[in-house]
């Protein structure tokens, strides 16, 4: 399922951090871009146990960007894998 995620973009000395409008209090970081959408599965599956209970439906896009705590950052839409791994 593909899920729009904020990041608030990171320097030297910071990470990239994620936030996740549709899953409040999940939120993940990355030293780099290229590690986010590992990161941003790997918290999902913990903030959730995949599995055990259902997501919510992803936020459109358009409503998201109008909120002002999403100003001077940029939008990832995040493919997350929902279903459960094999033990």
Known sequence: MIYPVYIHPGDD??????TFPDFPGCFAAADTWEELPAKIQEAVECHYGLGDEALPPPSPLEDLQKRPEFQGGAWFLASIDVAPEDS
């Open 13 to 18: 000395k910071h990470a990239h951090g994620v």
